[in-house]
């Protein structure tokens, strides 16, 4: 079990578009996902923590602007990168813990994203 | 603030070699600790973890225990396969579920 899907696995496109990036759980609800962002050899950097129903929480530096994230249900958060530049290309990752599981319950990852924007 | 220390890689080993990965944490609290492990292209898999002193997790050969005295979880395998190479990340959750990530590790085993 806790199984997270995210789609796509790999995207390409034109410098000013907008991506976005889906983070589902399969098997469980999650109150609770996150999204990260990882340079090439480097580890993961928190963007936002996303809870479903209410308003993202970025992390200081994040651009809540250009990363639009929407957590509608339980099972469905979304990452839009808004007018995409080559800087932006990354891998991005996200991960969920499960609904009512307590405090310091282990995150589920997705495969992530890796984008590159042209 | 808290914060994760890995050993630098790459770790190159032969296989059937006993790998070892240090992994030391600062935290104010009781933190739970976590090792994950990435293989290339794809996202973190939990490999195991541990939510109070003295607890060993293991999984797959792999085996780290909580020492609050020493504030470490350092990852153990008596023996290493090449489907082991991967990069190795020891994680420590504090509040709100928010896990705090080290460098990572990428551990090379050669046949």
């Known amino acids: 079990g806790a199984v997270v899907s995210q789609h796509p696995s790999w995207v390409i496109c034109k410098s000013g578009t907008s991506v976005k990036i889906e983070c589902r759980s399969l098997?469980?609800?999650?109150?609770?996902m996150f999204w990260y962002r990882q340079f090439p050899k480097q580890s993961l950097m928190l963007m936002a923590t996303?809870?479903?129903?209410?308003?993202?929480?970025?992390e200081q530096g994040v651009e809540k602007d250009k990363f639009l994230i929407n957590h509608a249900s339980l099972t469905l958060s979304t990452l839009t990168v808004t007018s995409a530049h080559p800087e932006d290309s990354s891998f991005y990752i996200c991960?969920?813990?499960?609904?009512?599981?307590?405090?310091?319950?282990?995150?589920?990852f997705g495969d992530g994203t890796r984008l590159s924007i042209l | 603030g808290d914060s994760v220390t890995q050993m630098e890689g790459p770790v190159t080993l032969s296989e059937e070699a006993f790998l070892t990965i240090n992994c030391t944490y600062t935290?104010?609290?009781?933190?739970?600790l976590f090792w994950y492990v990435q293989y290339p292209g794809e996202g973190l898999q939990l490999l195991l973890k541990?939510?109070?002193?003295?607890d060993k997790g293991s999984n797959k050969g792999f085996e780290a225990t909580y020492r609050k005295e020493t504030t470490s979880f350092h990852l153990e395998k008596g023996s290493v396969q090449v489907s082991d190479s991967a990069v190795y990340f020891c994680?420590?959750?504090?509040?709100?579920?928010?896990?705090?990530f080290g460098a990572g590790t990428i551990l090379r085993v050669k046949s």
């Open positions: 541990a939510t109070k002193a003295d």
């Open positions: 996303s809870n479903e129903g209410s308003k993202a929480t970025y």
């Open positions: 994680a420590l959750m504090e509040y709100g579920n928010k896990l705090v």
């Open positions: 098997d469980f609800q999650a109150t609770t």
């Open positions: 991960s969920a813990t499960r609904q009512g599981a307590g405090s310091n319950q282990p995150q589920h």
């Open positions: 935290a104010t609290g009781y933190p739970s």
